[in-house]
C-alpha cells in the first residue's frame, strides 16, 4: 500500500463545519435533549444510582412506571428485566426513566428553587 502526503496551503482549506457553542442543540426537544443537558453540566462526576443485582425497582416504560429486576450491572449501565413482558433492557443508572433518579431529581430541583 502507498500512501502520499499533500500539503496545502490556507487558501485552500475551507471550514465545513463549525463546532456549536451548546451541542445540545443538535439534539431534538425532549427527555434525551434535558438528560444530556444535566449529564453535561455534571461531568465528570454525574448523578448515578447505585443497584445490585436481583434488586427490583420501578423503571418507565412506554410512558408507565414498571416493576423490574436488576439482571446485570456493569459500570454506569444496568441490564433489567421487566417483570410484566420479561422485556429485557440495558439503562444508564443516571437515566430519568429510573424512579429513583426521577425522585432525586425533583428533590433538587425543589432545594434549589427554595434557595433562590
Not at 38 to 66: F, M, S
Request: proline residues 5%.
Amino acid at each position: 500500500m502507498i500512501t502520499f502526503q499533500v500539503y496545502v496551503g490556507l487558501p485552500l482549506l475551507h471550514l465545513v463545519c463549525r463546532p456549536l457553542e451548546d451541542v445540545s442543540e443538535s439534539i431534538p426537544d425532549g427527555p434525551h435533549k434535558c438528560f444530556m443537558r444535566r449529564y453535561l453540566k455534571d461531568w465528570p462526576c454525574p448523578h448515578l444510582i447505585h443497584y445490585t443485582a436481583g434488586q427490583t425497582l420501578n423503571v418507565e416504560l412506554n410512558g408507565v412506571q414498571q416493576k423490574c429486576e436488576v439482571q446485570v450491572v456493569d459500570s454506569s449501565l444496568i441490564q433489567v428485566v421487566f417483570q410484566n413482558n420479561q422485556h429485557k433492557e440495558w439503562i444508564h443508572r443516571g437515566s430519568i426513566r429510573l424512579e429513583h433518579m426521577a425522585r432525586f431529581l425533583e428533590l433538587q430541583a425543589a432545594h434549589e428553587d427554595d434557595s433562590d
